[in-house]
C-alpha cells in the first residue's frame, strides 16, 4: 500500500506536465497563489521544494510537513510596493500515528480605492480588493528517508463588490538518499476548478510543477538548493520550460546566524525595464536562531529597483 501511494503521487506530478502545457497559462486573479511567504523561502528564491525544516515550506510542498516539529508556530509579514501587504500564518502538529499535519492562512490586501462610475465620478464606495487562502497539509513516510504530503487549499480573491473562489489540490515527495548529504524533492501545487467566478468569466488556477535537490556540503556548513519551478507553463520551446530555475544557498555563520543568498533565474528575464534591473531575480535573507524563537528576513529585488521586505517569526510551542 505504501509504495502504490508513492507511484500515484509520481504519476500524478510528472503527467500533470502535458495536458496543462497544452492550455494557455494565462492571468487570472488567482496568480496570487504564487506568492512566496516565507522569509527563509525567498531569501533561497523558492529553490526549496526538497527542503524538509520549514513549516511554510509546505505551500510549496506539502511533504515539507513530516519533518517539522510538532507545535511549530510561524508568522509572516510581507511589505510590498505601494499599498499591498501580505501575510502568513502556519502551525504544524501530529497525529497518533506518526503521520504529521500542517494548516495555513495566507492573505494579501492591495490597499484601497475610491468608486467611480464610467464617467470618472465618485460613488462614494471605497473597494478593498484582496485574497485569502486556508489550506491544510497531510504528510507522512512512505520509508526510511521517503515521505510524501497531500494537501488541501481553498481560495479567495475580490475585486470591488465582486469575488472569485476555487478549490485547489498539492501534493508532494521528498527523498533523502541514503548515506548521502543529498535530498530530492517533486510537487505539483494548486490541481483544481473554480467554484464561483466574476462576470460568469472561467479563470485557470497557476498550476505548477517543481522538481529540486538540496545538498549540505561535507566540512562547510553551507545548504545548496536548487530547483525548476513553473514546468508546465506554456512556453513555444521544450527548453523555455527549463529557463524558470532557482539557486539558493544557506550558510551558517556560528550556530545562531544564517546568511542566504538566491537566484531566480525567471524573475531576472521576466524584467522588462533595462534600468536597475540588473539585479532582478537577486534574494538576500539572515536568520537568528535563538533557543525559543526563530527570526527570519529577507530582501527580493524586484523590477526596476523595486525591493520587497519579508519577515519571519517561527517557535516551537
Not at 502535458?18 to 496570487?32: D, G, H, I, M
Not at 526510511?144 to 480573491?157: D, E, K, L, P, T
Not at 467554484?195 to 497557476?206: F, K, Q, T
Amino acid at each position: 500500500m505504501k509504495v502504490s501511494v508513492a507511484c500515484v503521487l509520481l504519476v500524478l506530478s510528472t503527467s500533470a506536465l502535458f495536458p496543462v502545457a497544452s492550455s494557455a497559462q494565462t492571468y487570472s486573479p488567482f496568480q496570487f497563489l504564487r506568492t512566496t511567504y516565507s522569509a527563509r523561502v525567498a531569501g533561497l528564491a523558492e529553490a526549496t521544494v526538497a527542503a524538509q525544516d520549514d513549516p511554510s515550506n509546505v505551500i510549496l510542498n506539502p511533504a515539507a510537513a513530516y519533518g517539522t516539529a510538532p507545535g511549530t508556530l510561524t508568522a509572516t509579514f510581507i511589505k510590498q510596493v505601494a499599498d499591498i501587504n501580505s501575510g502568513l500564518i502556519s502551525y504544524s502538529g501530529s497525529f497518533s500515528t506518526g503521520a504529521k499535519w500542517a494548516a495555513h492562512i495566507c492573505y494579501q490586501s492591495f490597499g484601497s480605492f475610491d468608486g467611480k462610475d464610467n464617467e470618472g465620478n465618485s460613488t462614494g464606495k471605497v473597494y478593498v480588493p484582496s485574497s485569502i487562502v486556508a489550506g491544510f497539509s497531510y504528510a507522512n513516510e512512505i520509508d526510511s528517508g521517503f515521505s510524501y504530503g497531500v494537501g488541501i487549499n481553498f481560495m479567495s480573491a475580490t475585486l470591488a463588490d465582486q469575488s472569485t473562489t476555487a478549490f485547489g489540490l498539492n501534493a508532494g515527495v521528498i527523498y533523502h538518499i541514503p548515506n548521502s548529504r543529498w535530498n530530492a524533492g517533486l510537487s505539483i501545487e494548486h490541481l483544481g476548478t473554480q467554484i464561483s467566478s466574476i462576470n460568469s468569466v472561467s479563470e485557470p488556477l497557476p498550476t505548477d510543477l517543481r522538481l529540486g535537490v538540496n545538498h549540505r556540503l561535507r566540512g562547510l556548513p553551507l545548504l545548496v538548493n536548487f530547483s525548476f519551478n513553473h514546468l508546465v507553463d506554456q512556453n513555444t520551446a521544450l527548453f523555455d520550460h527549463f529557463r524558470s530555475f532557482s539557486l539558493g544557498g544557506e550558510l551558517y555563520v556560528g550556530k545562531i546566524i544564517m546568511l542566504r543568498l538566491g537566484y531566480n533565474n525567471a524573475a531576472h528575464i521576466g524584467s522588462s525595464f533595462p534600468v536597475n534591473s540588473q539585479f532582478a531575480g537577486l534574494d538576500f535573507g539572515v536568520g537568528i536562531k535563538l533557543k525559543a524563537l526563530t527570526i527570519d528576513y529577507a530582501l527580493s529585488s524586484m523590477i526596476s529597483g523595486v525591493m520587497q521586505h519579508r519577515f519571519s517569526v517561527q517557535s516551537v510551542l
